[in-house]
């Protein structure tokens, strides 16, 4: 599946910013998709993941009770609602997505991800 993230850009610490995730696949309710990120010399770092109902969730520790991941079905959309960003969210986002049909237990391993997108650059100054 190709993924196509949008929805990056400048913005200050406190503000909020909704990344979202196309996919060209007819079969997007048969991806667990998820984010990654990647910040300046840093390793990349998982950021969360949804079921393919979108029911379920999990989330990086650093992001849980501001980032929101969604996703929509009917229009092979997933989204991140990122709040209260802080400086240290600075990084390229990246939209992933996992050809199995239920979360793996290994959720947070970049190599669980068959298809990621381009990535989306989101920079948060203070």
């Known amino acids: 599946v190709q993924l196509q993230a949008s929805g990056g850009g400048l913005v200050q610490a406190g503000d909020s910013l909704r990344l979202s995730c196309a996919a060209d696949?007819?079969?997007?309710?048969?991806?667990?998709m998820g984010w990654f990120r990647q910040a300046p010399g840093k390793d990349r770092e998982f950021v969360a993941v949804?079921?393919?109902?979108?029911?379920?969730?999990y989330y990086a520790d650093s992001v849980k009770g501001r980032f929101t991941i969604s996703r929509d079905n009917a229009k092979n959309a997933v989204n991140l609602q990122i709040d209260s960003l802080k400086p240290e969210d600075t990084a390229v986002y990246y939209c992933?997505?996992?050809?199995?049909?239920?979360?793996?237990?290994?959720?947070?391993?970049?190599?669980?991800?068959?298809?990621w997108g381009q990535g989306t650059l989101v920079t948060v100054s203070s």
């Open positions: 992933v997505a996992d050809r199995s049909r239920v979360v793996n237990i290994k959720y947070a391993s970049d190599r669980e991800y068959e298809d």
């Open positions: 949804i079921n393919l109902s979108g029911t379920r969730t």
């Open positions: 696949e007819y079969t997007f309710n048969n991806y667990v």
